[in-house]
């Protein structure tokens, strides 16, 4: 099921496994001390959770002054807040959340609302034919977020914490911050001293980020690892999945070019359409041969759209993609 193991001098990581075509590994970290943290909460799922609890004990038989007594999750998507719940109700922990978060996370009308598509990402996107077909899709996935993450929602919570704000456990002083871009709520902890990033989904080592309406912004996404970048004496970063980044800065940048790169991919091929181009062919035209990569990927797509929109470097008549009046050099 997973591994619980010390990577950083009081700070553990337990790796939550589950099949990947079904749900993606996760890394829920263990700050220990006399009032010890958790950050990322991880799947609600019974072993998922006996995982975290065995780890606590274990930690803190390791070390009788060391008490696990909080936990506070990186942003609001299933895979890293669905144990609070469980967590909070087997262990005694204490739920800490900011209001953005706790506003989402009170019940599960609340969570579907904070998924609602505008009316841009529902009509320039796709037909109407296509919205109906991916209904029993929906269905799917919301059945398996609740059977096999275990999802959860909390109608209260402990203690809200803001961005700025610093939390101090055993020699550590993690400092909160905004980072938002893969999920407006998500947060990241920094310890300047240490130099160490808890960057929950915003950084990962061998894959990218995923991107997709609505939570996601683009704009919001450069902008936050570029402040990720301008970090003192960055030196470690913990990521929500995979494992420890050794070479921060130069991730953070690889990340940036990657993203730049993709942005252009999309400009170039509705640019080399004289007439302009539809969303679905714009896709097939990146994914031409595989229905379930155009199905998962295609969020980034339409996030990527938004932000040259927003840029004015590309426009909209009726369902066709057009060039605007910006030029792509310009951002």
């Given at each position: 099921m997973g591994t619980c193991e010390e990577i950083y001098p009081g700070i553990f990581k337990i790796v939550q496994s589950k099949p990947r075509r079904i749900a993606p590994p996760v890394n829920v970290y263990i700050i220990a001390g006399d009032d010890g943290l958790i950050f990322d909460a991880g799947y609600g799922d019974?072993?998922?959770?006996?995982?975290?609890?065995?780890?606590?004990?274990?930690?803190q038989n390791r070390n009788k002054n060391w008490r696990i007594l909080r936990v506070l999750p990186s942003h609001s998507h299933p895979d890293h807040f669905s144990g609070l719940k469980q967590l909070k109700s087997h262990y005694g922990l204490k739920v800490m959340l900011t209001e953005q978060m706790a506003s989402v996370l009170s019940n599960k009308h609340a969570y579907r609302n904070s998924y609602k598509l505008s009316t841009l990402q529902k009509y320039r996107y796709s037909t109407v034919f296509e919205r109906i077909s991916e209904l029993p899709l929906q269905v799917?996935?919301?059945?398996?977020?609740?059977?096999?993450?275990?999802?959860?929602?909390?109608?209260?919570?402990d203690?809200?914490?803001?961005?700025?704000?610093?939390?101090?456990?055993?020699?550590?002083?993690?400092?909160?911050?905004?980072?938002?871009?893969?999920?407006?709520?998500?947060?990241?902890l920094y310890d300047n001293?240490?130099?160490?990033?808890?960057?929950?989904?915003?950084?990962?080592?061998?894959?990218?980020?995923?991107?997709?309406?609505?939570?996601?912004?683009?704009?919001?996404?450069?902008?936050?690892?570029?402040?990720?970048?301008?970090?003192?004496?960055?030196?470690?970063?913990?990521s929500a999945h995979g494992s420890t980044i050794h070479n921060p800065k130069e991730r953070i940048k690889e990340i940036i070019e990657y993203r730049k790169l993709r942005t252009r991919q999309v400009y170039s091929l509705v640019a080399n359409e004289t007439h302009g181009i539809t969303f679905a062919r714009l896709l097939n035209s990146i994914y031409p041969r595989s229905l379930e990569r155009r199905w998962?990927?295609?969020?980034?797509?339409?996030?990527?759209?938004?932000?040259?929109?927003?840029?004015?470097?590309?426009?909209?008549?009726?369902?066709?993609?057009?060039?605007?009046?910006?030029?792509?050099?310009?951002?």
């Open positions: 019974d072993t998922s959770i006996h995982l975290v609890g065995d780890a606590i004990n274990s930690i799917v996935f919301r059945t398996m977020y609740k059977k096999v993450y275990g999802i959860a929602f909390l109608q209260s919570h203690t809200t914490v803001r961005p700025g704000e610093t939390i101090a456990i055993n020699g550590y002083n993690f400092t909160i911050i905004h980072g938002p871009g893969h999920c407006n709520d998500h947060i990241m001293k240490e130099g160490i990033l808890f960057a929950g989904d915003n950084i990962l080592r061998s894959i990218y980020t995923w991107l997709g309406p609505p939570r996601s912004n683009l704009q919001e996404y450069f902008d936050t690892l570029e402040a990720c970048l301008c970090l003192p004496n960055l030196k470690l970063i913990l998962l990927a295609k969020g980034w797509i339409i996030v990527t759209l938004e932000y040259l929109v927003n840029n004015n470097i590309l426009t909209f008549e009726g369902r066709k993609i057009k060039l605007g009046a910006n030029d792509i050099n310009t951002v």
